[in-house]
């Protein structure tokens, strides 16, 4: 465990426990908790709601996000209504107990983070609740009990997802936005909760047993939107490794540019959702291969003017395939333009600099790198990183964005790589014509084109490149 996040524990912790011991001091357990016509109905109420929030923890789905959500949120939320601000904590911290702590699947510092995380925002929104005057009113209680509901659905959600982000170095938000579907339909449980209190009052404890169908569904629903994007993810990565297959010395190409391109992503402080594009689209980014013949795609020797033309397409049909697919409407500049050159020169569409767009400039340098520093059928030894670093920076401002450089330089497939800064380039020929050579002897116009060397335009003879994946 890290030092900041022994300290955020830490901090929910005492602040959840401060909290409990006010909430002992302040606020008595209301009375219409209690199971009338019981001995002891206040502590057997407890123990009804508490059991019913065990209950629902036990049904715990983990969220894409690395959280996990259950529907004991809206025991909680009926026994804030019913008993205030010490009942909700008490049942919260007791009930959000889950199979996988009993079983030690879970060390002690998230156990304790989990309960921090629930307990404290319960006990404040019932707090809240209880200052709300004219709660008679049905409508008054209702809007009420929902809006503390909101409270302590977003505290535990801000809560639980600065935990996961200080323990695995995500950001926070976009832990928050790859949950917010499930997060939507937890939400709609207040009013079930109110519901449930209501039934309790007037019908008696049986009648809140009715509730564990809504519930259990709700469940089901979480489970399903799990799947589903799961099933999304893989058939996604399917699809990049049948084109990266096609060739045995591409395999996992795809994966490998994709990380890459994340983490220079991540360097130039790229949002969470142009961090997830390049996440698909650096899988995606060779998917238009699957429309190439093998006969251009696998073969060693130079290739024509003919076979060049087809190969270049492959950016082209890769965006034909991906566009249906509304999901990936953000991939599709990405897919499109990762072969165009900073100077203009590049295919398709022959875009210049800032016309190219950033993601496609940020995958075009990954997948450069990627590709110059595995082994290719006709070049069996690799460049270095140093090698494909130099290569990087002599090309800067020709073929990549120098800027997209100076980001890759601070990324960790470079670390401790002697970098050799912007050498000044003289002489070098634009547009459409050699854009320099390399320090290595290589052919020029090479068969495969994520192989780091090959043509950077539609036609004639190939510029030698040093990476036109």
Do not use: C
């Not at 939400?187 to 259990?216: D, R, T």
């Not at 002599?394 to 450089?405: E, L, T």
């Not at 401790?416 to 320099?436: F, H, K, L, S």
Request: no cysteine; charged share 20%; proline share 6%.
């Amino acid at each position: 465990m890290s030092r900041r996040l022994g300290a955020l524990i830490a901090i929910m912790a005492l602040t959840s426990t401060l909290l409990l011991v006010s909430a002992i001091l302040l606020f008595p357990i209301g009375p219409e908790l209690a199971i009338p016509g019981l001995p002891s109905g206040l502590l057997l109420g407890m123990v009804f709601w508490i059991a019913l929030s065990a209950s629902g923890s036990s049904l715990a789905v983990r969220m894409p996000g690395g959280n996990v959500v259950d529907v004991a949120f809206a025991p909680v939320v009926a026994t804030m209504s019913l008993g205030g601000p010490l009942a909700a904590g008490l049942v919260a911290l007791v009930g959000s107990t889950q199979a996988r702590e009993l079983r030690r699947d879970v060390p002690w510092y998230g156990i304790v983070a989990n309960r921090a995380t629930i307990t404290g925002p319960a006990i404040f929104s019932g707090w809240l609740l209880s200052l709300v005057p004219g709660r008679a009113n049905l409508l008054v209680d209702f809007v009420a009990t929902i809006g503390a509901a909101a409270v302590l659905f977003s505290l535990n959600t801000l809560l639980t997802a600065a935990f996961v982000s200080v323990r695995g170095g995500e950001s926070m938000w976009k832990l928050i936005r790859a949950d917010a579907g499930a997060y939507s339909n937890m939400l709609a449980l207040a009013p079930v909760a109110w519901l449930m209190a209501k039934m309790y009052l007037s019908a008696g404890w049986w009648a809140v047993l009715l509730f564990a169908l809504p519930l259990y569904t709700t469940r089901l629903a979480y489970q399903r939107f799990v799947e589903v994007r799961e099933m999304f993810t893989e058939t996604v990565r399917s699809l990049a490794e049948a084109v990266d297959k096609r060739d045995t010395f591409t395999s996992g190409h795809s994966q490998r540019v994709q990380k890459i391109a994340v983490d220079i992503g991540k360097v130039m402080k790229v949002s969470d959702s142009e961090l997830e594009a390049l996440e698909w689209g650096g899988l995606l980014h060779d998917i238009g291969k699957i429309g190439v013949p093998d006969s251009v795609l696998l073969k060693q020797e130079r290739l024509t003017r003919d076979e060049r033309t087809k190969m270049n397409l492959h950016p082209v049909l890769g965006a034909e395939i991906i566009a249906p697919v509304k999901r990936l409407a953000p991939e599709l500049p990405i897919i499109r333009h990762h072969h165009e050159w900073f100077n203009g020169s590049g295919y398709p569409d022959r875009l210049v600099a800032d016309e190219i767009p950033r993601l496609a400039r940020i995958l075009h340098v990954a997948d450069a790198f990627e590709a110059m520093t595995a082994a290719r059928p006709y070049r069996m030894t690799p460049l270095t990183s140093q090698q494909a670093l130099g290569e990087l920076r002599k090309f800067g401002g020709i073929q990549f964005d120098p800027d997209v450089v100076d980001a890759f330089v601070r990324t960790r497939w470079v670390r401790d790589v002697p970098d050799p800064g912007r050498p000044e380039i003289r002489n070098v020929p634009m547009i459409g014509q050699a854009a320099g050579n390399m320090a290595m002897t290589m052919a020029v116009g090479n068969a495969q084109t994520d192989d780091g060397i090959g043509s950077a335009t539609t036609g004639g003879v190939a510029p030698a490149s040093p990476a036109t994946a």
